[in-house]
């Protein structure tokens, strides 16, 4: 069955500092993959996406996320962080059910240290 | 730029009462979601509408019904509210079809509700 892993359930990090979040997924053919990104009473926005070509995909923000085939994963990385980014990461995989749909991970809480 | 718009934003209601979630979205998408959230539990699905004139169930779709009125509208009712109910419930749309189309979903801000 389809699913995705998101083991971190907070990430403190502080403010400068690199940052990786990691997502595993689990699908049978070549997935399309996302990052959201939730700030604090706001909605999911859209960091970044895959779904052929190059596996380094360059988002919003700053952020980027690597695919990697060989181990179903999809982690977000920021070689910097700033304290805007503080906020819930989640991390989906396209799939086909009965329609097309996504996947979610329960999602990863950042804190970012002054 | 509206994208997708979600009304009331807060609402609170008593065990047994009843409301409608309003979504509505200008993208002329033709998939469109809802979803609750909850505190470690990441977005649940409720229930989706492929298209105009179509619903499907999700994951948690008991308690709830919902109306595809047109292209646009998407609503969600809960009949008889009850305490389990209270979460942040999202609509979202989506665009389908076409080979450069990745699935992604486009979210409105939100709907929080408080069951008592």
């Known amino acids: 069955a389809q699913s995705v892993t998101q083991p971190d359930i907070h990430i403190t990090v502080s403010e400068g500092a690199s940052l990786e979040l990691r997502c595993n997924y689990s699908?049978?053919?070549?997935?399309?993959l996302f990052w959201y990104v939730q700030s604090p009473g706001q909605g999911l926005q859209l960091l970044l996406k895959?779904?052929?070509?190059d596996t380094l995909v360059q988002g919003i923000k700053g952020f980027e996320a690597e695919f990697k085939r060989s181990q179903s994963s999809f982690n977000l990385r920021k070689p910097s962080v700033h304290w805007s980014d503080a906020a819930e990461y989640f991390c989906?995989?396209?799939?086909?059910?009965?329609?097309?749909?996504?996947?979610w991970g329960a999602g990863t809480k950042l804190i970012i240290k002054p | 730029n509206a994208g997708v718009t979600q009304t009331p934003k807060f609402q609170v209601l008593k065990t047994g009462q009843s409301m409608t979630l309003q979504c509505a979205q200008d993208?002329?998408?033709?998939?469109m979601y809802w979803y609750r959230q909850d505190p470690g539990m990441g977005l649940r699905l409720i229930y989706y509408?492929?298209?105009?004139?179509?619903?499907d169930k999700g994951e948690v779709p008991n308690g709830y019904n919902v109306s595809r009125l047109n292209k646009r509208e998407f609503s969600l009712r809960l009949e008889s509210a009850a305490p389990s109910q209270t979460s942040v419930y999202f609509c979202a749309s989506q665009a389908t079809g076409g080979l450069s189309n990745t699935g992604e979903l486009f979210f409105g801000e939100g709907s929080r509700l408080t069951v008592l």
């Open positions: 989906a995989v396209g799939a086909w059910k009965r329609n097309y749909q996504l996947i």
């Open positions: 993208m002329n998408h033709n998939s």
């Open positions: 699908y049978g053919a070549t997935p399309y």
């Open positions: 895959y779904f052929s070509g």
């Open positions: 509408s492929a298209s105009e004139g179509t619903t």
